[in-house]
């Protein structure tokens, strides 16, 4: 009876604190969401995919923070939005790395607007870069996602494609 209730007991506190993590940066993927008409459960799960909610997280490749941007992302954001001394250890910040990797999204979702499921190609582009995106569109591919992900030669990249699909559906319902 006793290891049942502690077993309860463990179980309900490592609830509590998942949760607790995964909902700490909401109001910084909320506020970028907004700024650039992004659902905010995809940013959420992409920041799930990326560095399971450490804003400090480092890539093996050189990339920073929540949405483990790249130098040459994170440099963008800044030009485009004038921001002087920008340095890329400011995207450990999340609000900075939230509206930088947000920028960036939506940069790539314009790109796919033609397709039936602008957010799978986008997603595989911020995973697999555009050259092997444009390579995967052959043929229906170019506007069917289905074909689009078979054609996908990276099985990782179909693999995050589809984990933060299916992560976004769950984080829908905390953004009303």
Not at 43 to 56: G, L, Y
Not at 58 to 76: I, N, V, W, Y
Not at 149 to 163: D, I, K, M, N, W
Request: glycine share 6%; net charge positive; aromatic share 12%.
């Amino acid at each position: 009876m006793c290891l049942a209730v502690l077993v309860v007991i463990g179980l309900t506190l490592g609830y509590w604190w998942q949760t607790r993590i995964e909902n700490r940066f909401d109001r910084e993927i909320r506020a970028a969401s907004v700024q650039y008409q992004l659902p905010p459960s995809l940013v959420k799960a992409v920041v799930w995919r990326e560095s399971q909610f450490d804003p400090v997280a480092r890539g093996s490749k050189g990339e920073f923070g929540l949405m483990q941007l790249m130098d040459f992302t994170a440099q963008d954001w800044a030009d485009v939005n004038r921001v002087e001394h920008f340095a890329h250890e400011h995207v450990l910040d999340p609000r900075t790395n939230t509206m930088a990797g947000c920028h960036y999204l939506a940069r790539l979702l314009k790109r796919y607007g033609k397709t039936d499921n602008p957010i799978a190609y986008t997603l595989a582009d911020y995973n697999a870069g555009r050259g092997n995106v444009l390579k995967w569109m052959k043929g229906s591919a170019a506007t069917n996602s289905q074909v689009f992900l078979a054609q996908c030669e990276f099985p990782g990249t179909r693999q995050y494609v589809v984990s933060i699909l299916a992560r976004s559906e769950k984080y829908r319902g905390q953004f009303k």
